[in-house]
């Protein structure tokens, strides 16, 4: 069965977002530079778009956040990095490319 369009992006912008925390110094940052990162990458969302993908994120081990006022400020964990790098599969994650 194939994957749904939108659950196809869903999927992209959790890696994206799990890929852009891998290239953060300290593998830190804040929903809002996020939010203008993925717009880079093709994804236009809302800051709390973003924000509900980070707690999803969260969820699955992924990262941490702390909520600093009017942003969260994510930290990709081991499996976090992990998965970004293509190192395990997670549901709902896309897999990189080779």
Do not use: F
Not at 27 to 46: C, E, I, P
Not at 69 to 88: F, H, S
């Amino acid at each position: 069965m194939k994957t749904p369009y939108a659950e196809y992006l869903r999927q992209d912008i959790r890696l994206v977002i799990l890929r852009l925390l891998a290239e953060m110094t300290a593998y830190r940052a804040n929903s809002s530079v996020l939010t203008m990162a993925l717009d880079n990458y093709g994804h236009t969302l809302s800051r709390d778009q973003v924000k509900t993908e980070l707690h999803w994120l969260l969820e699955q081990g992924a990262l941490t956040l702390d909520d600093v006022g009017p942003v969260l400020v994510a930290t990709l964990t081991e499996r976090g990095q992990d998965i970004a790098a293509g190192r395990v599969r997670a549901p709902g994650i896309k897999r990189p490319g080779a």
